[in-house]
């Protein structure tokens, strides 16, 4: 008999419900994109067995906690995870697989770059078990490419695709669009293109300026030309969901678009409220232990994080996440979703009079235990959720 959505969330059970996964971060680039700000480090040489070694002890460490689960995914992210040796993502999936069950259809999704070096890698992460891959494609136009930093080729994404394609089902990229001096038709035939390209996902992210970054800091001085006015950016924004509608790719949460049945079961994981421990450098986790949910940093900066782990444990906070911090986490992220989320989920922070005004507005949709983000609102979850919650 399946729980009631307010039952549900009150049990401390809940990631039964809704998944539970593992997050593994691999800190190292070749070279850092300058749009980008998460936690990546250029190193001329890594321990790979070192490495390797020290995610698996720390998989196992966080299975002592947890007792024994389910995993229903598994995402290597980074950095480049495609830097990794194939032997280096078996033996953390090895480790994995000795302290918790997979599911049958368990999702494990490595992030790659497109490069001929290491597409090459594909094939031995599909014997360890990946099987879904995720490319950094960015951008179909060489110069874009060059804007963005990226170290290769259209010829060469396009290369990495089809080698891609050999060795997995699900293949998914990433395109960047709302770049400098991009014109409408411009991203109306490169998304066109993506989207012949497309298996079944694409996700499609606007340029944002991240404080601390090398693009922040030369649009700080005047010296980032041509990004779009936010006339501009939004016509881009209503092209996308055109088109990819369109050809039968909705989307299925802001920046991500499927398939029918394609959807990341791991990004679905986090929007919709599952657990998942954070293994690696800066990871974050998630996890309910007994009657306690608790938010989990790692250490940041690679070293650090190897002298931590070697010293007992990689994790650098972890904090209880009260009532109140369980539901306002879960108005931000299941907002972000086309399905959007239970009432019952937020129902100690909303302010109902708000959430009226905004589905008589058009901005929220409300069917039965749910409510979600329309159309309209989808581009405004900053106000609504704003809105949504009590002050």
């Not at 086309?338 to 009226?356: M, T």
Request: net charge negative; glycine share 8%.
């Amino acid at each position: 008999m399946r729980l009631k959505s307010s039952l549900r969330a009150a049990l401390p059970e809940l990631w039964q419900d809704r998944g539970f996964g593992l997050y593994v971060h691999w800190p190292f680039c070749a070279a850092k994109c300058p749009y980008c700000d998460f936690n990546s480090h250029v190193r001329s040489a890594v321990d790979q067995e070192k490495w390797s070694e020290a995610l698996a002890s720390e998989i196992r460490r966080t299975g002592e906690q947890t007792g024994p689960r389910v995993v229903s995914s598994v995402f290597f992210g980074g950095g480049t995870p495609s830097l990794m040796e194939p032997e280096t993502v078996g033996t953390v999936l090895s480790a994995a697989r000795d302290v918790w069950s997979f599911a049958n259809d368990v999702e494990i999704t490595l992030e790659a770059n497109p490069t001929s070096v290491e597409a090459h890698r594909f094939e031995g992460y599909a014997e360890r078990g990946v099987n879904r891959v995720s490319l950094g494609v960015q951008a179909l136009e060489g110069e874009d490419l060059a804007r963005l930093g990226r170290l290769h080729t259209v010829q060469e994404a396009l290369s990495a695709f089809e080698t891609a394609k050999m060795f997995f089902d699900r293949v998914s990229f990433d395109l960047i669009y709302a770049r400098q001096d991009q014109t409408l038709d411009q991203w109306r035939a490169e998304l066109s293109r993506a989207l012949d390209l497309a298996v079944d996902h694409l996700s499609l992210y606007q340029l944002t300026l991240e404080e601390g970054t090398p693009f922040w800091d030369r649009a700080q001085r005047g010296g980032l030309k041509g990004l779009p006015n936010d006339d501009l950016g939004a016509d881009l924004y209503e092209l996308t969901q055109e088109l990819c509608s369109a050809a039968g790719m909705p989307a299925y949460e802001v920046s991500n678009h499927a398939r029918a049945g394609a959807e990341s079961k791991h990004n679905l994981l986090y929007w919709r409220g599952g657990d998942y421990a954070g293994i690696g450098p800066g990871a974050h986790g998630r996890l309910t232990l007994k009657d306690q949910r608790w938010a989990t940093e790692s250490w940041k900066q690679p070293e650090a994080w190897l002298r931590q782990e070697a010293s007992g444990s990689a994790i650098k906070c972890m904090n209880p996440l009260s009532p109140i911090d369980v539901a306002e986490e879960r108005l931000i992220m299941g907002l972000r979703l086309s399905e959007g989320l239970y009432i019952d989920d937020v129902a100690s922070i909303l302010d109902h009079a708000r959430l009226r005004q905004l589905v008589e507005d058009g901005y929220i949709w409300q069917s039965g235990d749910r409510i979600g983000a329309t159309h309209q609102g989808r581009p405004l979850l900053n106000y609504l959720i704003s809105q949504c919650a009590r002050a």
